[in-house]
């Protein structure tokens, strides 16, 4: 069983950048995409971003497209969300999975709580 440990979370000011970390235990890693999810009180959580197995692709959702990138790397079972230009709408619980199209694939671990405001 696949865990996943989010960190980096934070309380900023909008106009902030902020560098989130998710750790996989385990060997399948390397081999499955990655994405980033959040969830906003009071709405379904969403795919935000999305990196290949190899790092060589990325997707974005359009509320973030221009301001975060999604990295990894393979050798750490880590996965990254650089996010800059934060808005308050950005204010969510992000989680980090495994992902086939838009689906998860393992069990959620705890997210890390993204806090945007003055």
């Known amino acids: 069983q696949v865990q996943l440990v989010e960190s980096g979370g934070d309380m900023v000011q909008p106009g902030g950048s902020l560098r989130l970390s998710c750790a996989a235990s385990?060997?399948?890693?390397?081999?499955?995409?990655m994405g980033w999810y959040r969830r906003a009180p009071g709405k379904q959580r969403e795919l935000v971003a999305r990196?290949?197995?190899?790092?060589?692709?990325?997707n974005y959702a359009d509320s973030v497209k221009g301001r975060f990138t999604v990295s990894r790397d393979n050798a750490k079972n880590t996965v990254y969300l650089q996010m800059n230009s934060l808005k308050p709408d950005d204010t969510a619980v992000y989680y980090c999975?495994?992902?086939?199209?838009?689906?998860?694939?393992?069990?959620w671990g705890q997210g890390t709580q993204v806090t945007v405001s003055s």
């Open positions: 999975n495994a992902v086939r199209n838009t689906i998860p694939l393992w069990t």
């Open positions: 385990g060997n399948a890693f390397s081999i499955n995409a």
């Open positions: 990196i290949s197995s190899s790092g060589g692709s990325t």
